[in-house]
């Protein structure tokens, strides 16, 4: 049985590194079921984030039914007017994106008794969901000064090169400032890279994702008191499965679909219990997992249900031992190495057939 362990202690390690180097507020990011480590343990698990960032509305009402009453703001958009009062009921905070996204809101906030919350989000140079210009922005924000219960209680970007390009990064924090320029506002924009790169991006608040889960893009990032941020993170969840068989294969044997990987000696294989149904990329001819404290290289293409592994030198094998798919040695981010993607791809795409066990 493959089954993923997510160590709760390590995500509050991970949040009180990231306390620690900031003053501001923060928005603990757990979007996408916390990024695959679960929504509402890890929401319960961060017990001393400010809010809680969510992308769909069905996030935000999964928490609320789990009685979490922090506030949750929702980052992405919703997918029909009737989710507004929905959402307005539960006293979650909607993002604005755009002069006709405040036009639903306005409808649905007549229909209300109570107040609306709403943060306001600028594109400063991501080119993705946001206000484009100060004009625009100051339109919306007259256009709020008039309705009875709704209030505007942030402005907030997204920053898209934290991680790989300061320069760029310096030119969207520019935008912004430039776009929200007089506004006595509370204003966010650093995510997890950000933080680590220069405290004036911290604002009023931060928003800090992949951090939580052990993971930064940049391994040259430091923390204030001169510790390499990557080397101090712990990952969060581990993953191992089942041998289902052990044999031992000929030289000139193919090995997969399509003939992936034909034999040059005498091989000995086991055939484990993972596969892209899981979640796991499909790697071809690339990687390895752990058996017995010993690499175990991925032979051919991985299949849906089941991965062909080479244990020849990996000792006396049985099939009751456990392989390591990602844990001690083996991170998500070296994974995402061998298909040229990111640790979130990684983390995001494990699929429900995976049980999870929650420790600490």
Wanted: proline share 1%.
């Amino acid at each position: 049985m493959i089954k993923a362990v997510v160590n709760l202690k390590h995500i509050q390690h991970n949040f009180n590194i990231l306390k620690a180097n900031t003053d501001s507020k923060i928005c603990a990011v757990i979007k996408a079921d916390a990024y695959g480590h679960g929504l509402t343990k890890t929401a319960l698990a961060l017990s001393h984030a400010d809010c809680f960032g969510v992308a769909r509305p069905c996030e935000a009402l999964e928490l609320r039914d789990a009685d979490i009453t922090k506030d949750i703001l929702i980052l992405g958009g919703y997918d029909n007017e009737s989710e507004l009062d929905e959402l307005f009921k539960n006293n979650i905070i909607i993002s604005i994106h755009s002069e006709e996204e405040l036009r639903y809101i306005k409808k649905a906030a007549k229909r209300f008794q109570g107040n609306v919350r709403v943060h306001l989000k600028v594109d400063s140079g991501m080119h993705r969901l946001g206000i484009q210009s100060q004009k625009e922005l100051i339109n919306i924000l007259n256009d709020i000064s008039i309705i009875d219960n709704v209030r505007c209680e942030g402005i907030y970007t997204h920053y898209s090169t934290s991680d790989s390009d300061i320069e760029y990064l310096e030119q969207q924090y520019n935008n912004f400032n430039l776009i929200t320029d007089g506004l006595n506002i509370e204003r966010h924009s650093a995510n997890s890279a950000a933080v680590f790169c220069n405290q004036k991006y911290h604002m009023d608040m931060v928003r800090a994702g992949i951090l939580l889960y052990g993971y930064i893009g940049n391994d040259k990032l430091m923390t204030k008191d001169g510790k390499a941020l990557s080397e101090i993170l712990i990952p969060a969840m581990n993953i191992t499965t089942d041998i289902i068989q052990l044999k031992t294969i000929d030289k000139g044997s193919f090995v997969g679909y399509d003939k992936g990987f034909i034999t040059d000696k005498d091989l000995k294989i086991a055939i484990i219990s993972l596969g892209y149904g899981d979640g796991y990329p499909r790697l071809n001819n690339a990687g390895y997992v752990i058996i017995n404290k010993t690499k175990c290289r991925i032979l051919g293409k991985v299949c849906m249900d089941s991965t062909i592994v080479d244990i020849t030198q990996a000792g006396k094998v049985s099939p009751k031992d456990k392989v390591i798919v990602l844990g001690e040695n083996l991170s998500a981010k070296t994974v995402a190495g061998w298909n040229n993607t990111i640790s979130y791809d990684i983390l995001c795409a494990i699929t429900k057939r995976v049980k999870k066990e929650w420790i600490n």
